[in-house]
Each structure stands twice: as structure tokens, then as C-alpha cells.
């Protein structure tokens, strides 16, 4: 087996991971590189349908991943919806994602007839990409018991949609909002929010 053979195998075997993927950003990147990979294989040794085959893929590619990257912060296309701690399909999401729930907030435990407890979920069109539980502490204080993402956007920060959106906590009379204590991989730094010992703090601006 030559260099070039191998050129071809590796740009197969990284198509076929990509494919492997649950985030949909890693997958389009990988699937991209992959098609690129081929490209020059399939054209070094004419195999011309393939050239072909691999261009309109990375086309496609480039096209959703510009999509998804121009609209990773847009409100328009992410909307986050306040439901009841009660709600049936907030229980539904919460059992169906309980194993990866725990796997990043180790610390969460629902419990939906606690007091002064809110719940939000952000979707995309008709699609739950994230959920965001909170309840209330002393000193105007938002304690944050839950931020977490379905597999699929795991690249992307949906939780921000909640945090930008600051009237849904200072309506209710917060000053701060305090992240999720154990939180594996928290992303809040790039949010606006401070570190504050083991958690991360957003200062909220005055009512106006």
C-alpha cells in the first residue's frame, strides 16, 4: 500500500466517524475534512465520479455549517420558553436525558414541587436544545440548578439565550444569577459571568 492509498483509506475512515458523531457542528467540520481528503485522492487518480460526489458533499457541508455558525447567538432562531415546573414535557425531557444529565450536573436533583423553582427550555423551531432550572435564594439571588444541552448542540452555549434575556430574572426581582456548583464543563466565562469561588456569578443590571 502506497502513500496515496493511504491518503484515500484515512479520508474513508474519517468520513465514516463523522458520521459517528452527535454534536451536529463536529460532524459537518469532520464530514468537510473528509470530503476534502477525498477530493484530492479521487482526483490524483481520476476516479472522477467520486471528485464529483465529494465536491457537492463539501458544498453542503460549507453551506450548513455557515448556517449554523451565523446563527449560534441569534434570539430569531434559539427562544427560549418558560414552562411550569409541573409541566409534562419538562418531566419527559428531564427522564429521557437523565443519564447525561447526571453525567455533566452531578449535583441536580428535581424535585418539581419545590418553592419558588423556574423552569425554561430553549428550543430551535420545534426542537428542546437546552434547559435551564433555577430557583430563588435570599438576597435577590438566582441560583442556577440546571443548564444543560442536548447532545446535537453540545457546540454551542443555548443557555445564553436565558442569561441575555436578563428581564426574566430581574422581573422577579434577582440582582444576581449564580451558576450550578459541579457543573462538568461549565462555559459561563464566555457569558459575561465572573468567577466567584467553586461557581460563576452574573451581576444583573438595576430594573429600569
Same mark, same amino acid.
Given at each position: 500500500?502506497?502513500? $496515496?492509498?493511504?491518503?484515500?483509506?484515512? /479520508? +474513508?475512515?474519517?468520513?465514516?466517524?463523522?458520521?459517528?458523531?452527535?454534536?451536529? $457542528?463536529?460532524?459537518?467540520?469532520?464530514?468537510?475534512?473528509?470530503?476534502?481528503?477525498?477530493?484530492?485522492?479521487?482526483?490524483?487518480?481520476?476516479?472522477?465520479?467520486?471528485?464529483?460526489?465529494?465536491? #457537492?458533499?463539501?458544498?453542503?457541508?460549507?453551506?450548513?455549517?455557515?448556517?449554523? $455558525?451565523?446563527?449560534?447567538?441569534?434570539?430569531?432562531?434559539?427562544?427560549? &420558553?418558560?414552562? %411550569?415546573? %409541573?409541566?409534562?414535557?419538562?418531566?419527559?425531557? $428531564?427522564? &429521557?436525558?437523565?443519564?447525561?444529565?447526571?453525567?455533566?450536573?452531578?449535583?441536580?436533583?428535581?424535585?418539581?414541587?419545590?418553592?419558588?423553582?423556574?423552569?425554561?427550555?430553549?428550543?430551535?423551531?420545534?426542537?428542546?436544545?437546552?434547559? #435551564?432550572? +433555577?430557583?430563588?435564594?435570599? %438576597?435577590? &439571588?438566582?441560583?442556577?440548578?440546571?443548564?444543560?444541552?442536548? =447532545? *446535537?448542540?453540545?457546540?454551542?452555549? *443555548? /443557555?445564553?439565550?436565558?442569561?441575555?434575556?436578563?428581564?426574566?430574572?430581574?422581573?422577579? /426581582?434577582?440582582?444576581? #444569577?449564580?451558576? *450550578?456548583?459541579?457543573? #462538568?464543563? *461549565?462555559?459561563?466565562?464566555?457569558?459575561?459571568?465572573? =468567577?466567584?469561588?467553586?461557581?460563576?456569578?452574573?451581576?444583573?443590571?438595576?430594573?429600569?
Amino acid at each position: 500500500m502506497n502513500w $496515496l492509498e493511504l491518503v484515500g483509506w484515512a /479520508g +474513508s475512515a474519517l468520513l465514516v466517524w463523522s458520521l459517528l458523531q452527535t454534536r451536529i $457542528l463536529r460532524l459537518r467540520a469532520l464530514n468537510l475534512v473528509g470530503c476534502l481528503i477525498l477530493i484530492g485522492y479521487n482526483a490524483a487518480v481520476h476516479v472522477w465520479p467520486m471528485v464529483g460526489l465529494n465536491v #457537492v458533499l463539501a458544498v453542503i457541508n460549507v453551506w450548513y455549517l455557515r448556517t449554523m $455558525l451565523a446563527t449560534r447567538h441569534d434570539a430569531q432562531t434559539y427562544e427560549v &420558553v418558560e414552562v %411550569g415546573t %409541573g409541566d409534562a414535557f419538562l418531566a419527559h425531557t $428531564l427522564r &429521557v436525558h437523565a443519564a447525561d444529565i447526571a453525567r455533566f450536573n452531578p449535583d441536580f436533583r428535581w424535585d418539581p414541587a419545590a418553592a419558588d423553582r423556574s423552569a425554561f427550555l430553549v428550543v430551535r423551531a420545534d426542537e428542546v436544545v437546552g434547559v #435551564v432550572v +433555577s430557583h430563588a435564594e435570599a %438576597g435577590g &439571588v438566582a441560583q442556577i440548578d440546571l443548564d444543560y444541552v442536548t =447532545p *446535537p448542540f453540545r457546540d454551542f452555549t *443555548p /443557555g445564553e439565550f436565558v442569561y441575555r434575556r436578563s428581564r426574566l430574572f430581574t422581573d422577579r /426581582g434577582f440582582r444576581r #444569577v449564580v451558576s *450550578p456548583r459541579g457543573m #462538568v464543563a *461549565p462555559y459561563y466565562h464566555r457569558l459575561g459571568f465572573r =468567577p466567584e469561588g467553586d461557581a460563576y456569578v452574573l451581576d444583573l443590571p438595576a430594573p429600569a
